[in-house]
């Protein structure tokens, strides 16, 4: 949601052709209310969102999907009330859970595409210090029981995706997993057809993954 103010702001901007590239602050509501701190604060949190064409280059890489021009001027924004992008982020843990499990998704697929070996220790020591940056660092105690629960979820964030890394180098992607599955669950009911029956069935149904 963009406020009545920062679009104002926003406007004047583009018409002074003061930059070409402009970093919005965000200001989060998670767990049903705004965030101030854990370092998800709008002041931490300056999104490129407001930008003239061909002034931002955009990838697919997940959490890194933009990246200024070499020739753009970036402007960013100072957190005022009335002067953020106002993101309604999650309802619940739930919520959370959700968003969690389909982002580290993406990005295993996208680590494991680039070369990247899993490492216990590694993933370990990564959402050790991700706690100390969200919560001792960036002080999100002071959001009280959410403030635990947005550090833990960014623990939560990074394990999974070392786990699913690490079940991709095991497994191999996840249509891999369910053909292995089906041609098994085959195997068996030829075993117990030829167990019953003396002789193999000439025809298995096909299995749905």
């Given at each position: 949601m963009i406020p009545r103010s920062l679009s104002h702001t926003l406007m004047e901007i583009a018409r002074e052709n003061r930059a070409d590239v402009v970093g919005v602050p965000m200001l989060n509501y998670m767990?049903?209310?705004?965030?101030?701190?854990?370092?998800?604060?709008?002041?931490?949190n300056r999104h490129?969102?407001?930008?003239?064409?061909?002034?931002?280059n955009l990838t697919g890489t997940?959490?890194?999907?933009?990246?200024?021009?070499?020739?753009?001027?970036?402007?960013?924004?100072?957190?005022?009330?009335?002067?953020?992008?106002?993101?309604?982020?999650?309802?619940?843990?739930?919520?959370?859970?959700d968003k969690i499990n389909r982002y580290t998704t993406i990005e295993a697929e996208q680590s494991a595409s680039r070369g990247k070996k899993p490492s216990a220790l590694r993933a370990v020591a990564q959402a050790s210090r991700r706690f100390y940056y969200h919560y001792v660092k960036g002080?999100?105690?002071?959001?009280?029981?959410?403030?635990?629960?947005?550090?833990?979820?960014?623990?939560?964030?990074?394990?999974s995706t070392y786990t699913k890394l690490f079940e991709i180098h095991a497994n191999?992607?996840?249509?891999?997993?369910?053909?292995?599955?089906?041609?098994?669950?085959?195997?068996?009911?030829?075993?117990?057809?030829?167990?019953?029956?003396?002789?193999?069935?000439?025809?298995?149904g096909s299995l749905k993954a």
């Open positions: 767990l049903s209310a705004p965030m101030m701190h854990a370092k998800v604060d709008p002041w931490t490129l969102r407001y930008f003239k064409p061909g002034a931002l997940i959490h890194d999907y933009t990246h200024p021009a070499a020739t753009s001027r970036v402007l960013y924004l100072p957190y005022e009330p009335g002067q953020s992008i106002v993101h309604f982020a999650n309802i619940d843990f739930f919520d959370i859970l002080k999100g105690y002071l959001d009280g029981w959410r403030g635990v629960y947005v550090s833990l979820a960014n623990v939560l964030y990074v394990l191999g992607p996840r249509q891999a997993v369910r053909s292995f599955y089906r041609s098994e669950a085959e195997k068996l009911i030829m075993e117990y057809d030829v167990m019953v029956h003396g002789s193999p069935d000439t025809h298995v």
